[in-house]
């Protein structure tokens, strides 16, 4: 029905009806994409990751796992899924948190993008929660620690996607993450594309 290349370090935003499909694709591959969704008539309700986590009994997301709302209702079920362990801890990079990190400055991420989409709907920084990381790796020791640059090499490769199955009439908002500093989009930020099918 819709398909949008979004360019490296660029947001995506769009409503998805119930029973459509979004469809993520990573063309180049080890390319990071921010995720967050909410009820599209009422965004007060939207994605909840400890709902999500106890549902799935893991942190890493794929194929079978529905994505609760903070009234634990579905959003969207992953239905098709061609990477695997997806990161739901790390959250999404700002430019704050660069210049925590990093220790560089006015290097804005997925946080300003999420903003940005938001803005059109009405919606401010009160609405971001911590959000999903497609084809992103954030490996936890079983010690409980993370890497050293939480981010680790992505494993998906030029092609890999995610289709999510709407739930409910969702809003669906996407960064396509321009992080440079870190290991997770490989230094080198890439295109995707999204589509919505009936």
Known sequence: ?????????????????????????????????????????????????PNTLKAAGTLALT???VLFSDE????????ADTCGG???????????????????????????????ALAAYGMDRRDIVP???FFCNVPVGVDGKLAQTVFVESRSKAGDRVELRAEMRALAVISNCPQVNNPCNDGNPSPIRVEIQA
């Not at 634990?72 to 239905?79: E, H, N, S």
Request: hydrophobic share 30%; glycine share 10%.
């Open 86 to 116: 997806h990161d739901t801890i790390g959250g999404c990079c700002s430019a704050p948190s660069n210049a925590m990190l990093y220790g560089v400055h006015a290097c804005p991420g997925c946080r300003e993008n999420f903003l940005r």
């Open 63 to 65: 194929e079978g796992h």
């Open 131 to 133: 959000n999903i990381n």
């Open 1 to 49: 029905m819709s398909s949008e290349i979004v360019p490296p370090g660029k947001p995506w935003s769009g409503i998805v009806e119930k029973g459509q499909r979004l469809r993520i694709i990573d063309l180049e591959g080890r390319q990071g994409v921010d995720f967050l969704c909410y009820n599209a008539d009422r965004t007060e309700e939207r994605y909840h990751a």
């Open 72 to 79: 634990a209702r579905p959003i969207f079920t992953l239905v």
